[in-house]
């Protein structure tokens, strides 16, 4: 599936889509003063934060760390282009785009391999860090991209995408505010219930379709398994697969249940975000960074956090998840170990909090999570049941995504039948899978 975090996600695992063409620049910058570190980044939201931080760190160490803000991410991913390409990137970074790209970064020089520092110290810092967030930075032994193994970039916080529910109005339609519904049937038994008091039950930005996407693929891995979602990927399962259509068929069935919100399929996230942070919506699908967004919006709101409710239990729900921003190391400025000592201080367990308690973004160190709010906490936990396109070695075509997609959001409308719309994918695939083998 895709890499296709939403613009809300503040930065999820995002690294510029960039053509290698320039990327293959060698000469280093000249040196500059040691005891100052520059990193450029497009996190409007933590500026502040990060000046402050950088303030704390000048006075502890005498090295003045300079944060520059370039926004939007559009003109932020552009100065990284040119600065990619005439070689004058700053001493940290980070990109936004997909994973090949990060690799074209890596395979050019641009980005310092940060494994021994990891591993040092038996491994102090790398233990310190959930291993889902450094995974998207990661490329293993048998990666498809052709670069080293190790470990690339520093993940300075998390983001998962799951469901949220308002404990309010759960209550008010007999259910119990501390217990979600936790399985597919409890959830689509709360339709009637929904539509009978007047209610909107799940919103989401279905209208921006890799949301559509990410909870299909959450399914997928439910009702069948990793490896054979990553068969289909692989061209090896057909989409007309019985689970496939399985997974097909919950779409129609959430949608006949009354549990979807009207106008769902052309919803944007910031009007589901609206809606649920003003209650009149019982669910959302949303990523953490909602937990900013609904505190906003309405800081008295009282809502939790729960996986989506699992259609099979043979195998687990798995929800996208991983590191939400990292920061990557100019493999060719002169400050590299002053750099790698001011990313392991910012990961620290109380530079994470802080920037957790400021910003409310879930922090990537694991010893943090006691220190911030509940419902932060209950995102974080759960990015030990997640997953991401970034990390699985193989991706889908986007013809297909495409088709899958909007093909969803077709049964929910009752265009199309599940059948229908597996066989549309599957036509698909097809053809793809003969373009890629004529080349």
């Known amino acids: 599936m895709a890499v296709k975090f939403s613009g809300c996600l503040k930065g999820i695992l995002v690294f510029a889509a960039l053509g290698s063409f320039f990327l ?14 520059v990193i450029w980044h497009w996190m409007t939201d933590r500026q502040a934060a990060f000046e402050e931080l950088s303030r704390r760190y000048e006075e502890l160490t005498g090295v003045k760390v300079i944060f520059e803000l370039y926004a939007p991410s559009e003109a932020y991913s552009q100065k990284i282009r040119a600065a990619a390409q005439s070689v004058s990137l700053p001493d940290v970074f980070g990109i936004l785009g997909e994973k090949r790209d990060f690799s074209s970064f890596v395979k ?17 810092w790398k233990n310190m860090l959930f291993s889902k967030a450094l995974a998207v930075n990661e490329f293993s032994a048998d990666n498809s991209y052709g670069v080293l193994p190790g470990i690339y ?12 529910y308002n404990k309010k109005l759960l209550k008010q339609l007999g259910g119990n505010p501390n217990r979600p519904p936790a399985t597919l049937e409890e959830f689509l038994a709360l339709g009637p219930k929904i539509k009978a008091a007047g209610m909107q039950g799940l919103v989401s930005g279905w209208g921006e379709v890799w949301m559509v996407d990410c909870l299909a693929n959450n399914y997928a891995f ?17 989409y007309t697969d019985p689970d496939w259509i399985k997974v097909l068929e919950i779409f129609k069935q959430m949608q006949d249940s009354g549990i979807l919100a009207n106008g769902l399929v052309t919803m944007v996230n910031k009007n589901a975000e609206q809606l649920f942070a003003n209650e009149k919506a019982v669910f959302a699908f949303n990523g953490s960074w909602c937990v900013n967004v609904y505190n906003g919006m309405n800081p008295g709101l009282e809502f939790g956090a729960m996986l989506p409710p699992a259609a099979g239990s043979k195998y687990p729900m798995v929800i996208w998840g991983g590191a939400g ?8 400025s002169p400050k590299k170990e002053e750099a790698v000592k001011f ?3 910012l ?44 990390i699985w070695g193989v991706s889908e075509f986007p013809a ?28 698909i695939k097809q053809r793809e899978l003969f373009k890629q083998s004529n080349r």
């Not at 050019?108 to 102090?124: Q, R, S, V």
């Not at 970039?153 to 949220?164: A, K």
């Not at 921003?325 to 060719?332: G, K, P, T, V």
Request: proline share 5%; hydrophobic share 40%; aromatic share 4%.
């Open 24 to 37: 293959c620049g060698c000469a280093p910058r000249a040196a500059e003063n040691k005891n100052k570190v």
């Open 108 to 124: 050019a020089g641009h980005i310092l391999e940060i494994t021994p520092y990891m591993l040092a110290d038996n491994g102090k």
């Open 153 to 164: 970039g520093v993940p300075i916080d998390i983001t998962t995408i799951q469901m949220v």
């Open 222 to 238: 439910n009702v069948m398994g990793k490896d054979k979602v990553l068969a289909t990927i692989k061209g090896k399962v057909p």
């Open 325 to 332: 921003s990292s920061f990557l190391i100019n493999a060719r």
């Open 343 to 345: 990313l392991r201080w």
């Open 347 to 390: 990961t620290d367990r109380e530079q994470q909090v802080y920037l957790a308690e400021v910003t409310l973004n879930l922090p990537a160190n694991k010893d943090s999570l006691k220190k911030i709010s509940e419902i932060l906490a209950q995102f974080a936990d759960d990015i030990e049941s997640s997953t991401h396109p970034n």
């Open 400 to 427: 297909v995504i495409e088709a899958l997609d909007k093909g969803i959001q077709s049964i929910v409308i009752g265009e199309k039948t599940p059948a229908q719309i597996a066989e549309e994918v599957q036509r």
